[in-house]
């Protein structure tokens, strides 16, 4: 007997397009474009005007996007993920806006909207390409965890697919609801702000586990042992937090390991060159084909239009563009690894750090490191995305070509957007224009801006020599190298393995080694780029996800009978944690802009 769930769902399904054909996807880009991007643009954008961070938009076009395609059944979240990867990508433009907000701290000039959606648009075209061109390592070969990727991938699962649904709805619902009560308390309250709390954070540490969130609190723990030192050696001023300089140290940790992994990803492609011949072809999922010299074609064609629209468009020096566009090649892999292990994209980071490269090299002028190091700021956040995406879909099965359509879309129609916002707040607002950075400004104090007072104050710092900032760098690529090196050559080990696999002792030991010892500079990293507080709720989820997963080890099969092994109860859990809080930030960026304006 067909339950009322199936059966409602086929009476709606009459009346929709069916799957594939034109009209499908223009129902999904038209629900992505007209709803759920604004929606998730709005939020973005006024989050990082107010606080000055963001949530991605993924996890909550998710969950709308799969109210649309509900009536579809199993097949309808592959719908539902091409309109969040459209959506997401709208808002991570929108979040964008900040960058013309620093125009005005800095008093520089006005551009004309037109130039900027141009640049801005031509770079996210270039960064979902470099993104889309990392998929292969990142996510099929490392196959990182992705959080928020991975809670975007259960939601789809579950709303689309009544079975699931029956299954999975108490844990995912009780983790939305715990989400968004405590997003919505700790944006409204101070006194649970001061906490730290993050149900996201709290969330992402119980996908990973402690073996993963443990590593960011022994660095976190480290550099706040070393604040007296740091501050006698000149890299911090006395009061300044360890992040500071820290986030420096670990980017370099995971350029450090990724120049080993990278390594080898080479000689083992060089391998397989030479011995092509004799190596059996493993036939490739049809979802999983792209055609690879277009994609590198897509690469260097939009590479060449960001350094066009910067010379030509906006007249900056060609080779601060060169520069930043190279950049993009190593941080959007740096950046998608950290996003892959810590569901946290530093691209606040990335803009900093390229600041401090292109002055090494001889940059002196404030406009033009705001505007080339707005280059990686937007690559970095939309090839992130992209390979969350990717991530999402390799779960779903779903084609990723026609995924990359959407998220192009998104793209074009978010760098509208993006300058379309900034001038509605900055109009409606004339308080953000003020330069808070340095000075007190009373009214301003509900428009934080801390992405825009970070992006000032780096670039205002050009004119100094701050030469501990590439000391740092090297001194965090140096501690990645080594510490990767020696994992790879423990884990590695045929005596450690077995060791691991036949003792009780030996797995507690390869534990210890993952968590404390020797933790893998792509999770430690996660210490060095956000507050204390943060990484212990981060570790808490972790550790709480592990105890418990070890607590119901022996009754996993009565528990997740017909749910697939990766829908676990932590993940489900966490990923609605993570969809709570993103509904949280929505509800509040809404209601804070209606506010005001009426």
């Not at 991975?150 to 715990?178: C, E």
């Not at 705001?370 to 390799?394: E, F, H, K, P, Y």
Request: overall charge positive; some cysteine.
């Amino acid at each position: 007997m067909q339950s009322t769930a199936t059966g409602s769902g086929m009476g709606l399904k009459r009346y929709l397009p069916a799957i594939g054909t034109p009209r499908y996807h223009l129902l999904l880009a038209a629900v992505a474009i007209c709803i759920l991007g604004p929606l998730g643009g709005i939020s973005a954008a006024f989050m990082n005007f107010s606080i000055g961070f963001f949530i991605g938009g993924q996890v909550l076009a998710g969950i709308l996007g799969s109210v649309v395609t509900l009536p579809y059944g199993p097949e309808g979240k592959h719908g539902a993920n091409y309109m969040q990867t459209m959506a997401a990508s709208v808002a991570a433009m929108c979040g964008m806006a900040v960058l013309i907000q620093a125009r005005h701290w800095l008093g520089l000039p006005e551009v004309p909207g037109w130039q900027l959606t141009v640049y801005y648009g031509c770079i996210g075209m270039f960064g979902v390409g470099i993104g889309m061109l990392y998929t292969p390592m990142l996510v099929d070969r490392m196959q990182l965890a992705y959080p928020s990727g991975f809670a975007v991938a259960n939601i789809l699962r579950a709303l689309t697919d009544p079975q699931l649904l029956r299954r999975s709805i108490a844990k995912l619902g009780g983790g939305m609801a715990l989400g968004y009560a405590a997003g919505l308390t700790t944006l409204k309250v101070g006194s649970i702000a001061a906490t730290g709390l993050s149900a996201s954070t709290l969330g992402a540490g119980m996908i990973v586990g402690a073996r993963i969130a443990i590593p960011a609190l022994v660095v976190a723990l480290i550099g706040h042992a070393s604040l007296p030192y740091l501050v006698e050696i000149g890299w911090l001023e006395a009061g300044e937090p360890y992040r500071k300089i820290g986030f420096i140290i670990a980017l370099g940790t995971i350029l450090g390991a990724a120049l080993i992994d990278i390594s080898m990803i080479l000689w083992e492609a060089a391998r397989r060159f030479r011995h092509r011949h004799e190596i059996a072809a493993v036939p490739q999922e049809d979802w999983k084909r792209v055609n690879f010299w277009r994609l590198v074609a897509w690469v260097v064609c939009w590479g060449a239009a960001v350094v066009l629209a910067g010379h030509l468009v906006l007249g900056e020096p060609v080779r601060f563009l060169l520069a930043a566009v190279g950049l993009c090649f190593l941080f959007v892999m740096v950046n998608g690894i950290s996003l892959g292990i810590s569901d946290s994209n530093p691209i606040s980071s990335a803009f900093v750090l390229t600041v401090f490269i292109l002055a090494a090299i001889g940059l002196t002028n404030v406009g033009t490191g705001l505007m080339c190091a707005s280059v990686l700021l937007i690559a970095c956040s939309v090839g992130g995305d992209m390979q969350q995406d990717r991530s999402t879909g390799w779960r779903l099965g779903t084609n990723r070509v026609v995924q990359f359509r959407y998220q192009v879309i998104g793209i074009l129609f978010g760098a509208i957007f993006a300058v379309v916002l900034a001038k509605i707040f900055l109009h409606a607002y004339p308080v953000l224009k003020l330069d808070q950075f340095g000075t007190a400004v009373p009214e301003a104090q509900k428009w934080q801006s801390a992405m825009t007072y970070k992006f000032v104050g780096a670039l205002r710092g050009i004119t100094e020599a701050q030469p501990h900032v590439m000391r740092a760098l090297w001194l965090g690529i140096g501690l990645g190298f080594a510490m990767e090196f020696i994992r790879k050559l423990v884990k590695r080990s045929p005596r450690w393995q077995a060791w691991r696999e036949r003792s009780a002792r030996g797995r507690a030991a390869d534990f210890a080694f993952d968590a404390v010892i020797v933790p893998s500079p792509y999770a430690s990293s996660f210490g060095g780029f956000v507050e204390l507080l943060t990484v212990l709720w981060w570790t808490a989820g972790g550790i709480f996800s592990s105890l418990f997963s070890m607590w119901t080890e022996k009754r996993t099969a009565a528990q997740n009978d017909g749910v697939p092994s990766d829908m676990s109860t932590t993940s489900l859990a966490g990923g609605g944690l993570i969809a709570g809080d993103s509904l949280a930030a929505l509800s509040v960026g809404v209601y804070g802009l209606l506010s005001t304006v009426f």
